[in-house]
């Protein structure tokens, strides 16, 4: 069964740092994609970034510049880079891991909330 498990989130003021980590156990396929979601407070789910296998990388527009996706694969475990932060980027961070079995399967982290506020 694959598990996600999210650690890094927290208080931050304007302009600062975090750095989220997402550790994947359990995953049975080569063909893989990583990424971070958000979701604010009476928003939908929205991408933040995604990096594939292949370490190719996909970015929201607010948050390109800003935020840097990367991936160890040995240890199976995707980061979130997060400099500049600003307000508007308050909000759950939520981990995703998709693969390519005999067809695409998803999963989910339970989310880090990630505060920016002075």
């Known amino acids: 069964q694959v598990q996600l498990v999210e650690s890094g989130g927290g208080l931050v003021q304007p302009g600062g740092s975090l750095r989220l980590s997402c550790a994947v156990s359990g995953s049975n396929f080569y063909i893989n994609i990583m990424g971070w979601y958000r979701q604010a407070p009476g928003k939908q789910r929205d991408l933040v970034a995604t990096?594939?296998?292949?370490?190719?990388?996909n970015y929201a527009d607010s948050v390109k510049g800003r935020f840097t996706i990367s991936r160890d694969n040995a240890k199976n475990t995707v980061y979130l880079q997060m400099n500049s932060l600003k307000p508007e980027d308050t909000a759950v961070y939520y981990c995703?891991?998709?693969?390519?079995?005999?067809?695409?399967?998803?999963?989910w982290g339970q989310g880090t909330q990630v505060t920016v506020s002075s």
């Open positions: 990096i594939s296998n292949g370490a190719r990388t």
């Open positions: 995703n891991y998709r693969e390519l079995g005999t067809s695409w399967f998803e999963y």
